[in-house]
């Protein structure tokens, strides 16, 4: 969308652009059509958002933060009056919420009327919802969340949605009935008065939070059940997550494990004290992936162990991973300090930047250095090129997206020495994106190989689907891919006629399941006569899920299937509720520098979003674009991203395009750039381009990794790490400290012609330097210019005194001697 | 408990950004900073009764910290325009200061030759990135004049820098 210079006041004008740069809308984009001194105050502006902070402190922060921390504790403690076990229960809470208001009613009167104040308020809510917008009081769920337990009256609050809560099936299991339907995201929220005591009270509990996807947790007795967000564990508990799934375990002294998916973890021992003692965290890992980012703690023998069959590892203060991909093998990643892994009596520290393997009845691998980053896949094989950068795949090399060539993707691996890499892990983010269409019209002609819709010929082959009875004459959606010359080749002909709303679909873990209502990852679906559902389908199970978002917002599913190698991919269209972060008809999801963003997008317009998930479930969208509520433009409407062949005339991908005044250009686009056209066909034939706007600069780069490596040698605006030339720091943004031993991250880019760059050198790890014993001082009193001694007036009656340190010398010639007397 | 620390991690880096603008000493911010989040704690229960964003409601208490640091200074929150003329005289060429990247020093100093309520709006528009609609909250006013200080206060801000 061309951004215009309209009729509005100057400051008016300036507030939409910056709104659209906040958006993430480029400069360049932005700054078109205005004044030259608009113009000025743009760049200004967006200058001023880049100005670097001073470095800070981090001791004072952390003063600041345990002090925030210790007010909270003493804030809350007068109201800790009563036992643990009472806390636990939601009938404890209430007693505890109506007994100092003195209001002696009944217990089941109070149920009444909070049961009648819930229902008043979700109505007078849904009501008020309909009616007017809704003040944005906290800047996120998280937020608010964290301001409702962090108030003392606040916290006197719990959500309660439209659909009935289970209530937990023991005294503080809150484990949920596998066959029921968990508590879902409130659709809409209302407050009532009942205490919830679920935070990380004390040294012995931890508390998870942000749930994603299906998460359970196992008590001694055996029963694993779902859990809710701010559930409580304590030490015998196990926690597992399940595929596209994840959860964060939070300790009382700030410590805090994340479980990524298809993961396992047992608390074994759970004593989290931020300063009274020693802090003891053990947990055994069964299977899965941990990150582990743990408090400083400086009391004698505090101890955070991870456990796995093979091997285990201690850390104090710093921040790793673990990973165990199989019963007889871990590896562990340190992204900070250092972890003592062992295995086998064997102990290797692994400092920052490094990875160690370790297998069972074996002592762990020498550390290496570790590799990651994301760009284009440029060969595939044995030897895989990433970002410019070869790795060498091995068996045990783990694939997510089934990623090709073309395709942008995250990379982790190991310097293996001699510059060899090692890829571990390589994960698809985003398809590569050329050549695409939509097109949206009424059926003409449908034969084997071709059809005609819109006036368009379609190819087709047997890699088509087809949703629905389409027939000739059916209004439908058509996505496919533009082949040489221009040709369409359909991948997907949905039908729209009747269609009650607009279409969604992705792939998602079952997590609850009812009659009329499914969760799966996370999203109420709703399922009616006409919802296909294959057999067999349980809670856990991975699906693909289609259908429509109904008017009321509800999201109707057509077909739930089963899959079992999931297309982790996901479509949908809503309302704009969010942006940065972004939240569409209620789901959140993130962005990457690379997510195409329609420009000129505000809260409250309708888009549609496409994108992909991640193995923790997180949605990251790859597009994002303004749905044209005018369906008669609609119809005619084709977007497809191409590669320029010509700008004069205008060619992409072999399809000529007509261009006016009208067609909004965005970006300095130039011939082998890739470029989205949205295009209106005219009744004529004629492709008239709407908007072209620039995906990716013939030489954008492809892409950066960061390379750990150890200094072997610097000096003046120089630096050397093995196996590589000496680097010139000209140019080169440096953070922190080089020095001889310093363990860098060197973020690389390499750009299109295969010049290589080194943007910036990150020191994580630096070894503490040997220091000599420190000279023994006198005993000082707090002021550090008195000294204490052992006054012995004439040899007799000794006796301690504190006197100038200008004194000093006198008092030790007569006899004084430094320090108390003993 | 967690939750105080959790909200404190949230802020804690723009609200000292925010503090730092304005009172030009690290350590004096560091202090102010570790003031808001006291009174942020000590009047957490009140903040309820409110209906201002969370974001806007800490930045009124740190707005208003600033008030009184500097009424405690007995100081004046303006320098002379001397001063700002300095700014532009210490060999930063106006295309150095837009081309590459702004010194906060310099903007800071800047700040302080625009009229209060313009220096405010900028700072937490853009030094902290603040949306207009909880500006306007913040400093409790409308939307559109939020916007106009936002507009002359730019304006002032780049004569000052020297980029006119």
């Given at each position: 969308m061309m951004p215009k210079q309209d009729q509005n006041l100057p400051e008016d004008t300036l507030q939409q652009r910056l709104e659209q740069l906040e958006a993430g809308v480029p400069l360049d984009v932005c700054l078109k059509d205005l004044s030259q001194q608009d113009r000025e105050l743009l760049k200004m502006a967006a200058t001023l958002r880049e100005a670097p902070s001073p470095a800070r402190d981090p001791s004072i922060v952390s003063a600041q933060r345990a002090q925030v921390v210790r007010l909270m504790g003493q804030q809350h403690r007068p109201k800790s009056q009563t036992s643990r076990a009472e806390e636990e229960t939601g009938l404890a809470s209430l007693w505890n919420w109506l007994r100092p208001r003195r209001a002696y009613v009944g217990v089941a009167g109070a149920v009444m009327v909070l049961f009648t104040c819930a229902l008043v308020a979700f109505l007078a809510l849904w009501l008020l919802r309909g009616m007017s917008p809704e003040v944005e009081v906290a800047d996120s769920p998280a937020e608010e969340q964290a301001i409702a337990e962090a108030s003392p009256v606040a916290s006197e609050k719990e959500r309660v949605t439209q659909f009935p809560s289970p209530e937990p099936t023991g005294d503080e299991s809150g484990?949920?009935?596998?066959l029921q339907v968990p508590t879902p995201e409130p659709a809409y929220t209302a407050y009532m008065p009942v205490v919830s005591g679920?935070?990380?009270?004390?040294?012995?509990h931890a508390t998870l939070q942000e749930i994603r996807g299906l998460v359970q947790v196992q008590r001694n007795d055996g029963a694993w059940g779902p859990v809710r967000e701010k559930k409580t564990v304590a030490a015998g508990w196990g926690v597992r997550t399940g595929a596209l799934s994840s959860a964060v375990l939070t300790f009382y002294d700030g410590s805090v494990a994340r479980l990524g998916p298809n993961s396992e973890v047992w608390?074994?021992?759970?004593?989290?004290?931020?300063?009274d003692g020693p802090r003891l965290v053990a947990l055994t890992q069964r299977m899965g992936e941990t990150e582990h980012d743990v408090a400083a703690s400086t009391a004698a023998g505090s101890s955070y162990q991870v456990r796995t069959a093979s091997s285990l590892g201690e850390a104090k203060g710093t921040r790793f991973r673990v990973q165990v991909p199989q019963d007889d093998l871990a590896r562990f990643n340190v992204d900070r300090g250092v972890v003592a892994v062992t295995g086998q009596d064997v102990t290797v520290d692994v400092v920052a930047g490094q990875s160690t393997t370790v297998v069972a009845g074996e002592p762990p691998d020498a550390p290496t250095f570790r590799i990651t980053g994301e760009g284009e896949v440029t060969q595939t094989g044995a030897t895989w090129i990433i970002a410019g950068q070869p790795f060498e795949t091995h068996a045990g090399t783990h694939f997510v997206g089934d990623p090709q060539i073309g395709d942008w993707v995250l990379v982790e691996g190991r310097l293996m020495g001699e510059d060899v890499r090692v890829a571990d892990r390589i994960v698809l983010l985003r398809d590569a994106s050329a050549n695409r269409f939509t097109i949206t019209g009424s059926v003409e002609t449908m034969g084997r190989a071709e059809w005609a819709v819109a006036g368009q010929t379609i190819m087709v082959d047997e890699n088509t689907s087809t949703e629905g009875d389409v027939q000739i004459d059916s209004l439908v959606r058509v996505e496919g891919v533009i082949l040489k010359d221009g040709v369409l080749l359909a991948e997907r002909i949905r039908l729209l006629d009747d269609a009650p709303g607009l279409p969604f679909g992705f792939t998602g873990i079952v997590q609850g399941i009812a009659d009329e209502t499914w969760i799966i990852s996370g999203i109420i679906i709703n399922v009616d006569d006409a919802t296909t559902v294959d057999a067999?389908?349980?809670?856990?199970d991975i699906v693909n899920v289609r259908g429509w978002i109904l008017q009321d917002g509800r999201w109707l599913a057509r077909t739930i299937r089963h899959v079992s190698d999931p297309e982790r991919s996901f479509a949908f269209t809503g309302e704009v509720e969010n942006i940065a972060p972004w939240v569409v008809g209620g789901v959140p999801f993130q962005i990457r520098d690379w997510t195409e963003i329609e420009p000129g997008i505000q809260i409250g317009d309708l888009v549609s979003v496409e994108g992909r998930i991640l193995e923790d479930g997180t949605w990251v969208a790859s597009e994002i674009v303004l749905v044209d509520e005018d369906e008669d433009e609609d119809l005619l409407r084709v977007v497809f991203v191409g590669e320029v062949d010509?700008?004069?005339p205008w060619t992409v991908s072999g399809i000529s395009l007509t261009v006016n005044e009208a067609t909004a250009i965005q970006g300095d686009i130039a011939v082998g750039d890739r470029v989205k056209v949205t295009v209106t066909i005219l009744p004529d034939g004629t492709w008239l381009a709407t908007r072209i706007e620039l995906v990716d600069k013939k030489d954008g780069g492809l892409g950066c990794v960061t390379i750990t490596a150890v200094v072997v040698g610097t000096g003046s605006g120089w630096v050397e790490v093995p196996n590589r030339p000496r680097i010139n720091l000209e140019g080169v943004t440096v953070e922190g400290d080089l020095q001889v031993g310093s363990v860098i991250v060197m973020v690389v880019c390499v750009d299109e012609d295969g010049s290589i760059t080194i943007e910036r050198i990150i020191v994580i790890y630096n070894p503490e330097p040997i220091k000599p014993p420190p000279p023994p001082s006198p005993p000082e009193t707090d002021q550090d210019h008195k000294v204490t001694v052992c006054h012995k007036p004439n040899g007799k009656n000794p006796h301690s005194i504190t006197i100038a340190r200008s004194a000093l010398e006198a008092h030790l010639n007569h006899g004084d001697t430094l320090g108390p007397c003993k | 408990v967690d939750a105080a620390g959790e909200l404190y991690d949230r802020h804690n880096e723009r609200i000292f950004r925010y503090v730092w603008a304005r009172v030009r000493e690290e350590q004096t911010a560091e202090d102010l900073t570790g003031e808001v989040f006291t009174r942020m704690v000590g009047n957490l229960a009140g903040y309820r009764t409110t209906s201002v964003p969370f974001q806007a409601w800490l930045y009124r208490i740190a707005h208003n910290l600033i008030v009184d640091h500097y009424r405690k200074q007995g100081n004046r929150m303006l320098v002379p325009l001397a001063q700002a003329e300095q700014v532009r005289e210490e060999g930063n060429s106006p295309a150095s200061i837009v081309e590459q990247r702004v010194a906060l020093g310099q903007v800071q100093e800047a700040l302080e030759a625009l009229e209060p309520s313009q220096g405010e709006v900028i700072a937490l528009r853009?030094?902290?990135?603040?949306?207009l609609r909880e500006v306007a909250l913040t400093l409790d006013k409308s939307i559109a004049a939020v916007k106009g200080l936002q507009y002359r206060g730019l304006i002032t801000l780049r004569e000052q820098l020297g980029l006119e």
């Open positions: 484990i949920e009935s596998p679920q935070g990380a009270r004390d040294p012995e608390l074994d021992e759970l004593d989290a004290r931020q300063a067999g389908i349980a809670i856990g010509d700008i004069d | 853009f030094l902290v990135g603040m949306p």
